[in-house]
């Protein structure tokens, strides 16, 4: 049988207990689960009934441990007369280590699903990240074959799940948001979220704000932990996903993103040596060859959003891209390219 999200939740607290160097007897693992699990329900709803955790469970949740994970306690620990549980291994957690026989056998089932549309692409990619999950043991590693961005040191992730979930089950949040500038003096915006969108190497998060026309981004770093709360008495606004995808598809980023007044036409001169990595790679799809000569391409973007992010992009080109238009775009990375130039040679 599948693990259901509140043994999940208790499996992740018992795997955090289990870490401790001193260890904790089973009375003391029933309690302070308990307590972390009902004092996490009163902050998150209203009317939740308190989870009862007795010895019996936590003993029976070890031996889970011990038979889907291999997990190994170290033996012989008392205080008193009550024996104390810890892993053999305290900077080990089970969770980093495999995925256990009843996750990979419903991953395995979620394979078989999703291969009855294998001719899409983004089921093919699933296909084959989930796949290689399930194949995730002792000398059969996907990490040994592949590895993908990721910044370990990346705040804001605590609020993932939840924002994950406002956006699935379409509820109305509230949330605490500060910039960097203003660290000190969040606000607290109400929103009907959307998407939850990587960039860079950090996450955000696409959103309606209560009383808006506009879209809006939040970036997870800036928002604070624990102050996002269901909105049970707002309704939510459903999204408009074609615009949503349209306007994403013509910016670089996602600064200025839903602003129509900050997009342009953009004409570009590329080096012919570099040419091909644009072509293989495109600044954004819709990106049309002008016209060309023996020693470089023009090319036009389409409707594309003029912000910071684009103007990072093109300056990572060096002397292979030359903005040609508009004229405020090419005075703007002149201006940089030249603050940058004094920069290196005072």
Same mark, same amino acid.
């Given at each position: 049988?599948?693990? /259901?999200?509140?043994?999940?939740?208790?499996?992740?607290?018992?795997?955090?207990?289990? +870490?401790?160097?001193?260890?904790?007897?089973?009375?003391? *693992?029933?309690?302070?689960?308990? %307590?972390?699990?009902?004092? %996490?329900?009163?902050?998150?709803?209203?009317?939740?009934?308190?989870? =009862?955790?007795?010895? +019996?469970?936590?003993?029976? /949740?070890k031996k889970y441990f011990e038979e889907e994970y291999d997990?190994?306690?170290?033996?012989?620990?008392?205080?008193?007369?009550?024996?104390?549980?810890?892993?053999?291994?305290?900077?080990? !957690?089970?969770?980093?280590?495999?995925?256990?026989?009843?996750?990979?056998?419903?991953?395995?089932?979620?394979? &078989?699903?999703?291969?009855?549309?294998?001719?899409?692409? @983004?089921?093919?990619?699933?296909?084959?990240?989930?796949?290689? *999950?399930?194949?995730?043991? =002792?000398?059969?590693? $996907?990490?040994?074959?592949?590895?993908?961005?990721?910044?370990?040191?990346?705040?804001? *992730?605590?609020?993932?799940?939840? *924002?994950?979930?406002?956006?699935?089950?379409?509820?109305?949040?509230?949330?605490?948001?500060?910039?960097?500038?203003?660290? =000190?003096?969040?606000?607290?915006?109400?929103?009907?979220?959307?998407?939850?969108?990587?960039?860079?190497?950090?996450?955000?998060?696409?959103?309606?704000?209560?009383?808006? !026309?506009?879209? #809006?981004?939040?970036?997870?770093?800036?928002?604070?932990?624990? #102050?996002?709360?269901?909105?049970?008495?707002?309704?939510?606004?459903?999204?408009?996903?074609?615009?949503?995808?349209?306007?994403?598809?013509?910016?670089?980023?996602?600064?200025?993103?839903?602003?129509?007044?900050?997009?342009?036409?953009?004409?570009?001169?590329?080096?012919? &040596?570099?040419?091909?990595?644009?072509?293989?790679?495109?600044?954004?799809?819709?990106?049309?060859?002008?016209?060309?000569?023996?020693?470089?391409?023009?090319?036009?973007?389409?409707?594309?959003?003029?912000?910071?992010? $684009?103007? !990072?992009?093109? $300056?990572?080109?060096?002397?292979?891209? =030359?903005?040609?238009?508009?004229? #405020? $775009? +090419?005075?703007?990375? #002149? @201006?940089?390219?030249?603050?940058?130039?004094?920069?290196?040679?005072?």
């Amino acid at each position: 049988m599948p693990v /259901d999200k509140h043994v999940m939740e208790r499996y992740k607290l018992l795997d955090k207990l289990f +870490r401790s160097e001193a260890g904790y007897t089973y009375n003391e *693992l029933a309690d302070k689960v308990r %307590d972390s699990l009902n004092a %996490d329900n009163v902050d998150n709803a209203d009317n939740v009934e308190k989870e =009862e955790i007795s010895v +019996r469970t936590i003993k029976a /949740d070890k031996k889970y441990f011990e038979e889907e994970y291999d997990a190994v306690f170290r033996e012989g620990l008392k205080r008193g007369r009550e024996k104390v549980i810890r892993y053999e291994d305290t900077d080990a !957690s089970v969770f980093a280590a495999k995925l256990s026989k009843e996750e990979k056998g419903v991953i395995g089932k979620l394979v &078989d699903m999703l291969q009855l549309h294998e001719d899409i692409p @983004q089921y093919r990619w699933a296909i084959f990240l989930l796949d290689g *999950l399930t194949r995730i043991d =002792e000398g059969d590693d $996907l990490g040994n074959y592949i590895e993908f961005e990721n910044n370990l040191y990346l705040e804001g *992730l605590e609020n993932f799940r939840i *924002l994950m979930e406002a956006c699935m089950e379409k509820f109305v949040i509230s949330l605490k948001y500060a910039t960097f500038k203003q660290a =000190e003096e969040p606000k607290i915006y109400t929103v009907s979220p959307y998407l939850l969108k990587q960039y860079n190497n950090r996450w955000f998060l696409i959103c309606k704000r209560t009383g808006s !026309s506009h879209l #809006s981004t939040f970036p997870l770093d800036r928002i604070k932990v624990d #102050s996002i709360y269901k909105e049970t008495e707002m309704k939510y606004e459903e999204p408009d996903w074609i615009a949503i995808g349209k306007e994403l598809g013509h910016t670089i980023g996602l600064t200025f993103a839903f602003d129509p007044e900050k997009r342009a036409d953009v004409i570009i001169d590329v080096n012919k &040596d570099r040419y091909p990595y644009i072509k293989t790679k495109p600044i954004i799809s819709d990106q049309d060859i002008v016209c060309e000569d023996e020693e470089k391409v023009r090319l036009s973007l389409k409707d594309i959003t003029i912000n910071k992010e $684009l103007t !990072s992009l093109l $300056l990572s080109y060096g002397p292979d891209v =030359e903005v040609i238009e508009p004229k #405020s $775009l +090419r005075d703007d990375i #002149s @201006q940089k390219a030249k603050a940058l130039y004094l920069k290196y040679n005072e």
